[in-house]
């Protein structure tokens, strides 16, 4: 009987990836893949989102041979259809599920909200949630894991890329702005996430994705403290 094991070797062969090419642009190790087509182990969570996303299919046909349609075919107006280059997708999970050997935890800080609209900084009672990464995510990006925080996104201006209730995985080891990426800022007394650019005269351009609401801002450098990079994300589409 075909399961996911054939599926996922299917779906590699038509994409003409190797199960190291695999492995590589998914950020886990070869033995992982292998083990995934030889039936030893089934991808879980964002890897089995990331897996789907790469082989261009949906995560419906991977766990059950469901409709497989690529993600080049998704209607451009679609949610599944919006993306960002830093943006991948992360998974929460029970605090009773063991960690894989390539795994790691990392805070979900959801005591902390970055604003996406009206801005807001709240500060709750304190959590020990946690989200999970495989290992080699982090050597690809080059990213320290005790450098990795998680938090939640309130408001609109970054929809539909974020919406309102979506996580973000940020690198506070990353702070120097580079042109065109997502970052975790202080502004103004306010958390927000926002998209930032370099402008003369010591200046940031900080910008929204929803810009048909919020109009760019152009503010001195140093009334901005950059909390860190924003390099993951999971999206709640209501």
């Avoid at 590589?24 to 030889?38: F, T």
Wanted: aromatic letters at 8%; proline letters at 4%.
């Amino acid at each position: 009987m075909e399961n996911i094991s054939v599926r996922i070797a299917r779906a590699r062969e038509a994409k003409g990836l190797n199960q190291s090419q695999l492995a590589r642009d998914l950020g886990v190790s070869p033995q992982a893949v292998q083990n995934w087509e030889a039936g030893k182990a089934n991808p879980k969570g964002d890897r089995l989102t990331g897996l789907a996303t790469i082989l261009g299919v949906t995560v419906e046909y991977l766990l059950s041979g469901g409709p497989s349609a690529r993600w080049s075919e998704v209607d451009s107006t679609s949610p599944e259809a919006i993306s960002h280059p830093d943006m991948q997708s992360i998974s929460v999970w029970d605090d009773q599920t063991p960690l894989d050997d390539d795994e790691i935890e990392v805070p979900f800080l959801k005591e902390v909200e970055l604003s996406a609209g009206s801005g807001k900084f709240v500060v709750e009672s304190s959590s020990r949630a946690k989200l999970r990464f495989g290992k080699y995510t982090f050597m690809r990006l080059g990213i320290q894991p005790s450098n990795v925080v998680c938090m939640p996104v309130k408001g609109n201006s970054m929809e539909p890329l974020l919406s309102d209730g979506s996580t973000v995985a940020i690198d506070t080891g990353a702070t120097a702005v580079v042109d065109g990426k997502m970052y975790g800022i202080l502004y103004e007394d306010m958390l927000r996430v926002k998209i930032l650019y370099r402008v003369a005269g010591s200046k940031l351009r900080i910008r929204s994705f929803n810009r048909d609401e919020y109009e760019d801002e152009v503010v001195d450098a140093v009334s901005v403290k950059i909390f860190g990079r924003v390099f993951q994300s999971s999206t709640i589409f209501m």
